[in-house]
Structure formats: C-alpha cells, structure tokens
C-alpha cells in the first residue's frame, strides 16, 4: 500500500533545467579534484543515466599521459573514491570511451589550438555547442586560461549564437576582496557574469539545499526565526583532520580563505536570509547578497574582540602522534597561517538584530561536523524557569549538515518518576532512516546544474565580493602577524582556549556537538 506521505510528494523538478548534451573540459585534471570527486561523480551520473547524451570530458594537464593510459589511471581512482563502484563497475568500460586527455602547458597557445581541434572533432554537432570549461586550478591561472581560450575562439560572449559556454571556477575565488575584484573585473572582458559559475561545493550538498526547503516549505519555524524568539546562533564546521598532504596550498590560505569565506558564510547566508520572491537564481541570490550586505563590519579596532585564530600543535590522539602544523609536508616552519578561524557577527536589520551569530571552523578538532544550531531565548522567569535557573536549558533547533545529516529540536522534558525533574529531550529527524542511505556526492549536483545552465547554487560575482569584505579587516590584521602563544591549540582538541571568550562575552559558551549527541 502506498504510504500517505509518498502520496503528498509535491516535485518541483519541472523548475529544474534540462541537461543538454555537453562537452565538459577540465583543465588541472590531473590533481586530486578531478580523482578524488569529479569523475567519480560524473560516473555516478552516467551509472544513473543522468548525463546528458552525447557527453564527453576533455581533461587537460601536462603530464605524459594518452587518452588509453589516461582512462586506465582514472579507473583506479574512481575504484578508490566512487561509493557505488562496486555496482556498476560493469559500466567503466562504456563510461571511459567518452573520456579523452589533451597533453599541454596551459600558459602555451598552442595547447588551446589543439583543444579547438579536439572539440570540432566530437562524434556530433550538438557536443560543439555546449561547452563546459572547469577550472580546477589555481586562481592565479583562471585570467590566463580564459585569455587563451578565447584567443583560441572557444569562448563565446553572445548567448545567442553557438557555442554556449560556460566557465565553472572552483575556489578560492581569489585571495582578498582587492584580487577576486579584480579577476572578476578580468573575466567579464572575456565573458558575461551569467556565464561564469562559481563553485561552492557547500551548495551542492543535500542538506544544504534543504535549509531553504525547511525554512519555507514549513510554517512553524519561520514565524519564530528572528530576534523575537532567537537568542544566538552558532555555525560550527570542524575538521578531526589536518591538511593532509595539501600544505602547499593551506599555507597560502589558511582557514578564513578556506572555509569562512565560503562554505560558513553561505551557510550563514541561507539561514538568515528573508524569502525569496521566487525560487529564480537571482531571486534566491538576490536575497543572499542582501544578508551579506547587512552584516555590520568589523572595524580594525574591533578584530581582536570579534575574532579568534589559531593553529594546532602536535598531540597524541586516539593513540596516534599527530604533528604539529608547522612540521606538515610543504608547510613553513615557522608558519603563522590559521588552521581555526572563530568569528562573531551581527547582523544588522529586522529581523537579527541584537542577535549574535558565533561562527568557527577548524583543523584537527576534536570532531568532524557541519551544523548550525539556532539556540532560542529562554521562557519568562517564571514556574519551571525561576525554579530550575541555568539548570533549565534554552530549547534549541540544530541543522545537522554532516555527517548524521538531520535536524534535532531539543526541548526540555519531565523525567518520569514521583519527583519533578526536567532534563532537555531531542525530537530527531534523521536523512537516512527517513530516506535511505545515500546521500548524492555535492559535485554531481553541481556539475548537472553547470551543463544545464542553472546557476541557482553558483556564487555570484557580487555574492564572492561581498563575502570577501566580511573577513578582509580579519585577513589585514592577522597577515604578517606573529602568533601569540595563546592562539595555539593542541589537534584533537575544540581549538585554542581563549576561543571559549567569544561567545563568554554574551553569555553564552560553544555547544560542542560530541558532548550532545544527536539520538
Ligand atoms: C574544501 C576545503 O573547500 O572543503 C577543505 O578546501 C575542506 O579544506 C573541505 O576540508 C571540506 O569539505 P567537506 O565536504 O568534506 O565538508
């Protein structure tokens, strides 16, 4: 019998764009995006039927590969990193003849030369009409790159004649507000700004589509998300690794580039920010900016007091040594980039303000999570609330982005027995034993949306702008700064001690997520 709610499914999906076929060109293929998720994305996307037909993927890179030897090393690692492998490894075969690797120095013409030919020599002319350019590369490189090609004739700025094409442009979208503006004023020499996709891979994951879902497709939340009913906000994406082996990028970077500036403030963003008037990209992106625009800056003088930054030493943990970060692989000895960013934020209209958002996010924490938490006011001073004191907890509703994604309202409730004792209780709605297991990889929605043209879940050049302003007064004051012994935290820890004052100075303390799970 068919369940009542499977009956009460409403699908959206006429809204949705439909893939047309595409010719996708990556360029930096060989490094580990295009290993560790792009193509087992994109095989995933084939096992489904999902891509559009004809599909073919030019990767570009200067290592001596041809397109047989190619597909053979793709193979390992989409064995190693795609979850469903196992299930369709029968159709690897059918899925690498549409896989072929174009040899060159991206900063050398001739290559984007051969890349025309490649491209005008596809099996159909509907793949030449469709093009895909994903820029997995340093920024530094997306300027050039994009001259090139279009020296090249394969861009095109008219988006009446063919090619349509598209630049998808991972991040970081430059290294401060002066240099993303200025690639974006670069780019759109070359291109209209509704051709140029920025990537988040934030936006792409389930859970963080459905923050707009929850918000407006239900009326018992929105009607007491605002200051009336919240008392603060915490955003909090923790790592339990270090960087690993990408210490050659992470020293450039450090976590404010890495995740503050996107992945939190996009969370942040879709959180807060009032209905849009429609489910139109720019309407949805309008609203962003708008939230964006409304967080009051941070004056230089007030750095300190609004932000914490630290990075981890070496610590046993779960019985392993791990070591500090400036003894990681390509990391400088005496490096002072952050590996945990702490922030406090207002936001300064109607509905926020006087509400404080806490944001932070670190490596080698103590857990791994994405959530937010949006901790309510408590009740009046009265029965329950003037008995208990600060033994009775505020009811809270935390978005559980990852992993265990769900959503937990914790309220409090009397504990059975002839005394009146109340401890919080957690009503609990969890993806996988409501839908299943599998959660689809961030990048397959994104690269679908990308050969479609849909650019709901892609940064817009005012978006990346305005994101970029938030944390510059942050970025001046911390580079070339030395780091004060207090700033340091030991990894496997929830990052460094005078963290814990950011949050102290309202009242309020880091709720943890390993001190309350989510059952
Ligand atoms: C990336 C950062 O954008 O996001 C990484 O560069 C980080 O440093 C990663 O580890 C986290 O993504 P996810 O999807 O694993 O939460």
Avoid at 28 to 54: N, V, Y
Avoid at 113 to 135: P, R
Avoid at 297 to 322: C, F, K, M, N
Avoid at 451 to 468: C, K, N, P, Q
Wanted: glycine share 6%; net charge neutral.
């Amino acid at each position: 019998m068919q369940r009542l709610d499977d009956l009460l499914i409403c699908r959206l999906d006429n809204n949705r764009k439909q893939s047309q076929p595409c010719t996708l060109v990556i360029f930096g293929a060989t490094g580990d995006l295009t290993a560790r998720k792009l193509m087992p994305s994109l095989f995933h996307l084939f096992c489904e039927e999902q891509l559009p037909l004809p599909f073919r993927v030019i990767c570009v890179g200067r290592r001596d590969f041809n397109d047989e030897t190619w597909r053979e090393r793709l193979m390992e690692s989409v064995r190693e990193f795609a979850k469903h492998y196992d299930n369709c490894a029968r159709l690897w075969y059918r899925f690498s003849t549409k896989i072929f690797y174009c040899k060159g120095d991206i900063s050398d013409h001739s290559l984007y030369t051969n890349l025309h030919k490649a491209i005008a020599e596809g099996e159909s002319d509907e793949l030449k009409h469709n093009l895909v350019f994903y820029l997995a590369t340093a920024p530094d490189l997306f300027t050039m790159i994009t001259e090139h090609l279009s020296k090249a004739g394969l861009l095109n700025k008219d988006e009446h004649t063919a090619p349509n094409c598209r630049l998808v442009l991972e991040k970081p979208f430059g290294t401060d507000a002066k240099s993303a503006k200025q690639l974006n004023a670069r780019l759109t020499e070359f291109l209209h700004e509704k051709q140029l996709y920025r990537i988040d891979h934030y936006l792409g994951k389930e859970t963080v589509q459905n923050l707009l879902t929850f918000r407006f497709s239900n009326a018992i939340f929105e009607p007491l998300w605002n200051q009336k009913y919240i008392d603060h906000v915490q955003i909090t994406v923790s790592e339990k690794n270090g960087i690993g082996s990408r210490g050659g990028y992470y020293d450039h970077a450090g976590a404010l580039r890495d995740m503050m500036q996107n992945h939190i403030l996009q969370i942040l963003a879709l959180i807060s920010m009032e209905p849009p008037v429609s489910l139109a990209p720019e309407a949805i992106r309008d609203e962003k900016v708008k939230l964006l625009k409304s967080i009051r800056p941070i004056a230089p003088e007030h750095v300190d007091r609004l932000s914490v930054r630290g990075q981890y030493t070496g610590a046993q943990v779960d019985g392993r040594h791990l070591p500090a970060y400036r003894q990681e692989e390509r990391v400088a000895p005496g490096s002072n980039t952050e590996t945990y960013a702490a922030l406090s934020l207002r936001i300064d209209n109607w509905r926020w303000g006087g509400v404080p958002f806490y944001l932070r996010t670190g490596k080698n924490l103590a857990a791994s999570t994405s959530q937010a938490r949006i901790q309510f006011r408590m009740p009046p001073p009265v029965l329950f609330a003037s008995q208990c004191g600060p033994t009775l907890d505020s009811n809270s509703i935390t978005l559980r982005l990852q992993p265990d994604e769900g959503i937990t309202l914790r309220f409090n409730g009397k504990i059975p027995g002839l005394d009146i004792q109340i401890r919080p209780v957690r009503m609990n709605f969890n993806y996988q034993s409501e839908f299943g297991a599998y959660t689809r990889e961030a990048y397959e929605r994104l690269l679908m949306d990308a050969m479609a043209g849909d650019s709901t879940l892609f940064i817009r050049r005012d978006e990346v702008e305005t994101a970029w302003d938030i944390v510059e007064p942050l970025l001046q004051k911390w580079s070339g700064r030395p780091l004060g012994e207090e700033e340091f935290y030991p990894a496997g820890s929830w990052g460094p001690e005078n963290a814990d004052a950011l949050p102290a100075r309202n009242g309020h303390n880091w709720r943890n997520p390993d001190l309350e799970p989510a059952e």
